[in-house]
DNA sequence: CGTTCTATTGACTCGATTCAAACTAAGTGG
DNA sequence: CCACTTAGTTTGAATCGAGTCAATAGAACG
């Protein structure tokens, strides 16, 4: 166990959905992890698992399958900065299977080191529940699309999504963004047969809104793409909307630079807690 | 405001999932609560508003839809015993809208009760936090329905789960219950158009799996049903599993008569908080 | 007693699945 | 380095589940 850099991807992700005082985020800089590498569909978390940490996805991306089925439905996915097994703080036991979608870097951080937190700090604590809360949300939100939705939108939205969750993390800044999915991967996030996420990727394709070649992802019309899946950012729970469907992709970095700064803890150095 | 007997559908949810001590029991009868009748698809909360307390539901149905469309995706139901809203505690902003499911009784209890019990039992607080775990549980696995089963097994998964609640709460017992849901309501929740919902009911009428006629639904063939539906109830997190699968109809109340008295803090005299 | 909401039915259309086959890319080992 | 294997992508044709539209029948309510 040791004390890294991990702390940044977290206090990014934090602060996109919460205001932090600079003694919280010393205190996240205090954040003990071991970091591990997994590689493409390799299981992070096994059900009935009983962990005494949670994973911080550093790199890449998991998904949670609530099914046994190898195949099964993936009921969420993870961009870095996402502590998917948060809830593990509260009851320990794992009901479903965590993969990484594409090769991924987690760093493993105690349950002990979020009491502490918690403890500490009457904002951090409710940081943390917000941050719960937004993870419901897109859950909810999922829902929605999958109850409600064509395969072009749900795939449209899926992107959408991913994207402004990257972007809330200082990621895919150019609207362009590893995809290390596997379309079969795609349609089981998007409850579709295999062949027709094919389908429906050329059908975007065709369209202009996006490539999608040698596992990049380059979104070419992000206004369309956002009015195509109608997708509101809303239920993120973001503080800055990061929508801008006006700002074109010939203007990089839009008007989040000031509020944006990608890593504001990196000042205080890192000592063991 | 006053002390009433709410308390007790709120114990039985509770303990149905969580065990509870004497004493933690003794807190919850001084819940206070403030009763209200609302008719069917009323509103409850509406989006964005900012309760100081939360909906316990006492009868009838309740449902969340997310989006401002007034036919659109229900993403979840609640029965009696259940808080809808009782994450507004940890941040009180509505971010949809509820309504009553046909004829609905709520008592509304303020978040200053359920903090305090919080601070008051550490066992009560992780009960609560089971509760909401509970309930993300039932999102995940409602998500699993809806992006990989047909509508017969999403109708029959539904109704299912209906039956189970219920019953851990000490309802429908004899495997009946009122249903005053419409099949355009059974539409917003299975995904599927009202003229499906329709079609696929009476599927399951000639199938000999229930019946569901003036307001009541019951259920003919649980077994049968269960099968169908693939309804596997660990999802619920119930300490009591309540399948039941070969238990028949003829017999009433099979196994459960120790474990599930109804309310088992009847015996404590309310008084104020 | 009529108005309104809800349930039911049929015909047509469309989105999506399935099955099968071909094709590409990426490894792996001889 | 090439042949072989394996995983992933792409295509077509047949089938099926579900949506839509429209019309009717029934139930509930004032």
């Given at each position: 166990m040791q004390t890294g850099f991990a702390f940044t991807k977290f206090a990014d992700h934090l602060t996109s959905i919460a205001e932090l005082s600079d003694d919280d985020l010393d205190l996240l800089a205090r954040m003990p992890s071991s970091i591990r590498n997994f590689s493409s569909h390799e299981e992070i978390r096994y059900r009935d698992e009983q962990p005494t940490d949670c994973c911080l996805l550093l790199q890449g991306y998991t998904c949670w399958k609530?099914?046994?089925?190898?195949d099964g439905q993936i009921t969420s996915i993870h961009v870095p900065?996402?502590?998917?097994?948060?809830y593990t703080t509260l009851s320990p036991r794992v009901e479903a299977r965590l993969f990484a979608l594409g090769p991924a870097v987690v760093a493993f951080v105690p349950h002990a080191f979020f009491h502490e937190i918690s403890a500490r700090s009457e904002r951090m604590a409710h940081a943390l529940s917000l941050l719960a809360l937004a993870d419901v949300g897109c859950l909810r939100n999922w829902l929605v699309i999958l109850g409600s939705c064509e395969s072009l939108r749900r795939v449209a939205h899926l992107i959408c999504e991913i994207t402004v969750r990257l972007r809330a993390v200082g990621?895919?800044?150019?609207?362009r963004f590893p995809s290390p999915l596997t379309q079969s991967d795609l349609a089981a996030i998007c409850g579709i047969s295999a062949v027709h996420a094919n389908r429906t990727i050329q059908d975007l394709r065709r369209r202009g809104l996006l490539q999608w070649q040698s596992r990049m992802i380059t979104i070419t019309d992000w206004p369309a793409l956002v009015r195509l899946a109608g997708f509101?950012?809303?239920?993120?729970?973001?503080?800055?909307?990061?929508?801008?469907?006006?700002?074109?992709?010939?203007?990089?970095?839009?008007?989040e630079a000031l509020e944006m700064?990608?890593?504001?803890?990196?000042?205080a150095p890192a000592a063991p807690l």
């Open positions: 609530d099914t046994d089925h190898s900065g996402d502590v998917p097994d948060l990621l895919a800044r150019d609207y509101k950012p809303d239920y993120l729970r973001l503080r800055q909307p990061m929508l801008q469907e006006d700002s074109h992709l010939l203007e990089p970095r839009p008007l700064s990608p890593s504001p803890v990196l000042r």
